[in-house]
């Protein structure tokens, strides 16, 4: 079992920049692939990014791509995303979540322990 704790959330305004920062404890960190899920305000979660477990894939879905990079530091047990060009529709609880079973997960399901969610707000 794997705990999560993300930090680094924040209100920033628009095409403003934030890194968050995913602590990682418990089982060994480099066997699992890491991901970002965000949720909004009544809407769905939905996938951000995602990292294989030596950090050589990324994944990233049209809504984040060139904007948002995952990366990881297994020395550190930490898992980050960097977001930049930040616009009021990015505003969500971002979430980290770990996978044992998928090489690069890129669907809610793939996903085994989630973090509590650090918010983000970006403003117009």
């Known amino acids: 079992q794997v705990q999560l704790v993300e930090s680094g959330g924040g209100l920033v305004q628009a095409g403003g920049s934030l890194r968050l920062s995913c602590a990682a404890f418990?089982?060994?960190?480099?066997?699992?692939?890491m991901g970002w899920t965000r949720q909004a305000p009544g809407k769905e979660r939905e996938f951000v990014a995602a990292?294989?477990?030596?950090?050589?894939?990324?994944y990233y879905p049209d809504s984040v791509k060139g904007r948002f990079t995952i990366s990881r530091d297994n020395a550190k047990n930490t898992v980050y995303l960097q977001m930049n060009s930040l616009r009021p529709e990015d505003t969500a609880v971002y979430y980290c979540?770990?996978?044992?079973?998928?090489?690069?997960?890129?669907?809610?399901?793939?996903?085994?322990?989630w973090g509590q969610g650090t918010q983000v707000t970006v403003s117009s």
């Open positions: 418990g089982r060994t960190f480099s066997s699992y692939a």
């Open positions: 979540a770990a996978s044992g079973s998928y090489y690069l997960p890129r669907a809610l399901n793939h996903y085994d322990y």
């Open positions: 990292i294989s477990r030596s950090g050589g894939s990324t």
